[in-house]
Nanobody, 124 residues
């Protein structure tokens, strides 16, 4: 049972930066991907970014492309989300997820493991 623990959330002004981290309790399976999702109040959980664990190939939601960067440290079983030029609409609880979603990496239900979430609030 893989456990995921996120950290790094907080309050940031619009235009600022924040880096989220997600540590896995054990080695990530080679065929897994690690993703970040977010959920704002009253909205569905939405895809933000994903990285394939072995290849390092990344995909991003259009809303964050060019501003956010996902990366991982295999030795530390850790995935990061660097958030730059943040906007008030980025305010949400951010969740780390692990699984083997295949090409449909944007579907939350295809991920097996989830963290507890970390709040990100962007002030205008």
């Amino acid at each position: 049972q893989v456990q995921l623990v996120e950290s790094g959330g907080g309050l940031v002004q619009a235009g600022g930066s924040l880096r989220l981290s997600c540590i896995a309790s054990e080695r990530i399976f080679s065929n897994y991907a690690m993703g970040w999702f977010r959920q704002a109040p009253g909205k569905e959980r939405e895809f933000v970014a994903v990285i394939r664990w072995i290849s390092g190939v990344t995909y991003y939601a259009d809303s964050v492309k060019g501003r956010f960067t996902i990366s991982r440290d295999n030795a530390k079983n850790t995935v990061y989300l660097q958030m730059n030029s943040v906007k008030p609409e980025d305010t949400a609880v951010y969740y780390c997820a692990a699984g083997s979603p295949g090409t449909t990496y944007y579907y939350p239900r295809l991920y097996n493991y989830w963290g507890q979430g970390t709040q990100v609030t962007v002030s205008s």
